[in-house]
């Protein structure tokens, strides 16, 4: 059977050229002759798994973004007499409190909404934190190898060491759990995988004819790294970072359901989680709802993520 | 092969020696050990009295020195939770976490490996998507949640199983499953692509072309090649869950080393989180060591060397 693992079987004539499948996919082939292959993005529309994970994320993005305008209460709103109120379809819930109501009466729906800032903002400055350290050591590491390589993996095999759950925890006794230090120990839990994809990609393209050229014509490293390597790791780059957010967004969870990652009154889906667990046995909308938003974020992440990595990185396909 | 084994020895020490670099250097971003170690209830006199009885005014560089060679000791110093030395209570607290990982590893295995070698050989099928589903689904499940809808279902709804401790064999059946589903996804999805791979070799149509059976093609010819992936990714699981089961045990409240973890960390007890991240560290070494051993035991085509 001649099948392959990719998604190009499908090929329109416009696929069918010669750079089709190429472990290049990535890569500009202009100027070779060939015909003109579908943008990415046209892929990434055409890719029902990227429309779906698309689809998914821009609803959540975008109510949370919204909050304060569709939030039906004050997400930190106590009111005792209302506690523990079921979601409206259940007897005794009423539409006020669509989702219900938790332990302090608080409404659900709001503090879903609005526990979604917290969680997605947090995610997504870790992952920007921690895909620079990434990037800049992972780059380093593959195109000057040698003693500076050595020094960057062996940091590697040490954080690879620890549990990252459990550094976190450390990390976050030691310097107070806080907004900002969150993000940091998320950032530094999440570096590794992209400075471990990075430099093996590096490591293949700091031998590509072009770089050599550049090097020929006197192009200096600073300039070969940015000018000549860089845009070709945009496509991984992308990648990993869309599986991260995934991954960082289940980490603060974990973390605030520890007690170590946000910290009451401010929310985020983790810690409702949490709050939940207490009153398992009489309110089970207070732990289901949250955790069925936050999978249905990292579904949408790791969704548009996989068509990402399809379209972008065919190789990291079988990294699974 | 010894000289693989020597140099990885070298290898991990060199590891654990940064492992401790990174653990004093969190102790001192504490403030002061001393009040660390001696905890919340400590009077300043005692404070002041450890300080210099272990030399906490010396040089930083003589108190390193020193806390290695406690560590080479495997000297923590005393747990103030539990009044007891800190590596003791933490290899008391290993054969619970042993029993747990275990467990979690057969039904991942049993999981896994046919639903992995199925959805491969049927490629496209309905079994395929299911279990397509079932990885995206799992991989967005935080564990902790599963656990959580585990004990709602399980131990309030149904009342079937204890929701927590740790005893008979119902008390493991559902940490174990969760833990143990948690890793499936990646395990299937693992073994479908290298089975996939595996299936399009040169030696497996030449086995069905001399007409072996199927069952035989896939059994002894493709599993057989598709084990690598698999077997790394089960050292790994296997290492990550005897430290990573943190939140498991957490959930689940499991005597194991995770928790005794988390404990220590929520009561700032400084030697028992020393002991314990020692602990994980170690054994993910040694396990990461033995899996890259067992490759050559697998296929003979890997040299170590």
């Known amino acids: 059977m001649e099948a392959t693992d990719r998604d190009l079987t499908t090929a329109t004539p416009e696929h069918a050229t010669p750079a089709h499948g190429a472990a290049d996919a990535g890569v500009v082939v202009h100027g070779l002759g060939m015909r003109k292959r579908p943008s990415n993005w046209s892929r990434l529309l055409r890719n029902g798994k990227a429309r779906l994970g698309a689809g998914l994320l821009i609803v959540i993005v975008l109510s949370a973004i919204a909050a304060p305008l569709i939030s039906p209460h004050d997400p930190a709103k106590q009111n005792v007499r209302d506690k523990l109120a079921p979601p409206a379809w259940q007897s005794g819930g009423s539409w006020d409190h669509p989702l219900g109501t938790d332990q302090l009466g608080r409404d659900m729906l709001s503090r879903i909404l609005y526990g979604g800032r917290v969680s997605l903002l947090v995610a997504l400055f870790a992952t920007i934190a921690a895909s620079i350290l990434g990037i800049v050591l992972g780059v380093l590491a593959g195109y000057f190898g040698g003693y500076t390589d050595a020094v960057i993996m062996r940091i590697v095999d040490v954080q690879m060491a620890f549990p990252s759950i459990l550094l976190a925890l450390a990390v976050m006794v030691m310097l107070g759990p806080s907004f900002r230090n969150l993000i940091i120990v998320l950032a530094v839990s999440s570096w590794v995988f992209f400075s471990r994809v990075i430099r093996a990609d590096v490591l293949v393209i700091r031998h590509r004819e072009f770089v050599t050229a550049g090097e020929a014509i006197g192009a200096t490293n600073g300039r070969l790294i940015v000018r000549y390597i860089f845009p070709n790791l945009v496509g991984v780059i992308t990648v990993v970072a869309t599986l991260t957010i995934a991954r960082v967004v289940i980490s603060e969870a974990s973390l605030s359901f520890l007690g170590l990652g946000i910290q009451p009154p401010t929310s985020s889906w983790g810690l409702m989680l949490s709050e939940g667990r207490q009153y398992l046995s009489v309110a089970w909308w207070i732990t289901t709802f949250p955790g069925i938003v936050l999978m249905a974020t990292v579904i949408g992440v790791n969704l548009l993520g996989d068509a990402l990595r399809d379209i972008l990185d065919p190789q990291l396909s079988h990294e699974g | ?305």
């Open chain 2, 1 to 305: 092969m010894q000289r693989y084994i020597i140099q990885r020895l070298f290898h991990g020490i060199f590891v654990l020696f940064g492992v401790s670099l990174v653990t004093f250097f969190l102790i001192q971003l504490t403030g002061d050990p001393a009040a660390a170690m001696l905890g919340p209830d400590a009077t300043p006199d005692e404070i002041q009295e450890l300080r210099e009885r272990r030399g906490y005014d010396d040089p930083i560089v003589v108190q390193y020195v020193r806390y290695l060679s406690s560590i080479a000791r495997a000297d923590f110093g005393t747990s103030h939770l539990y009044n007891q030395e800190a590596f003791s209570l933490v290899v008391e607290r290993v054969p619970a976490t042993f029993e747990l990982t275990i467990a979690a590893l057969v039904v991942t295995l049993l999981f896994s490996v046919p639903l992995g070698i199925w959805s491969a050989v049927k490629r496209d099928s309905m079994i395929d998507r299911l279990s397509a589903i079932f990885v995206f689904g799992n991989q967005a499940m935080p564990v902790f949640w599963a656990g959580i809808l585990g004990i709602m279902i399980f131990s309030i709804k149904f009342g079937w199983l204890p929701a927590s401790g740790r005893g008979s064999l119902k008390h493991l059946l559902m940490p174990a499953i969760v833990l143990g589903l948690h890793s499936a996804a990646y395990q299937t999805r693992l073994l479908r692509s290298a089975m996939l791979d595996v299936l399009n070799a040169d030696f497996v149509r030449t086995a069905r072309a001399k007409g072996l059976r199927e069952f035989v093609v896939i059994n002894s010819h493709a599993l057989r090649n598709a084990l690598i992936p698999l077997v790394t990714a089960t050292g790994i699981q296997f290492a990550s869950l005897m430290g990573g089961a943190v939140i498991t045990e957490t959930v689940f409240a499991w005597p194991g080393v995770g928790r005794l973890a988390v404990q220590a960390i929520n009561n700032r007890d400084i030697p028992l989180v020393m002991a314990a991240t020692f602990f994980f560290a170690l054994t993910i070494l040694v396990v990461n060591l033995l899996v890259d051993l067992s490759y050559g035991l697998i296929d003979p085509r890997v040299r170590v060397d």
